[in-house]
């Protein structure tokens, strides 16, 4: 008998380690944009030199605002991240996202794992599949 709840507890284990629903996050299937605060600066656009500040996450189904772990934050080193949109310089889903925004914008992208780090993930902090919510406020438009 003994032996019977070492095997039960085992399989209960492994099960576990597959991970939940909300950490592979299969239920987002397409990026989503929300528009916390509407800017009123210049427009982001492809060919545009951005610099935001943003936090990631990982995204997370049963969290509020399905925020899960915070992966990054240009807020921790004090220095905004500067880029060219449309170049690939950053995950596509934020690439995508912050098309569209204006200056003094703050906009909140949930980004499908195939527009983030995808099937490979980002090791250690993304797991491969995982879905990312992105915070972004968007400083200046070149």
Do not use: Q
Not at 56 to 79: F, M, N
Not at 114 to 137: C, H, K, Q, T, W
């Amino acid at each position: 008998m003994p032996r019977f709840f070492a095997l039960l507890a085992g399989a209960l284990l492994a099960l576990g380690a597959l991970g939940s629903p909300s950490a592979r996050a299969d239920d987002v299937t397409a990026m989503t944009t929300k528009d916390v605060v509407v800017g009123t600066g210049n427009t982001a656009r492809d060919d545009s030199d951005v610099r935001i500040n943003y936090i990631c996450w990982l995204y997370d189904a049963k969290a509020p605002d399905h925020h899960g772990a915070k992966i990054d934050s240009s807020y921790d080193g004090g220095r905004p991240l500067s880029f060219l949109v449309g170049s690939n310089e950053v995950v596509e889903g934020m690439d995508s996202g912050i098309k569209g925004m204006k200056v003094g914008g703050k906009r909140t992208i949930v980004v499908p794992s195939r527009m983030g780090y995808g099937r490979r993930g980002s090791p250690p902090d993304v797991p491969p599949n995982s879905a990312l919510v992105f915070d972004i406020e968007l400083l200046e438009v070149h």
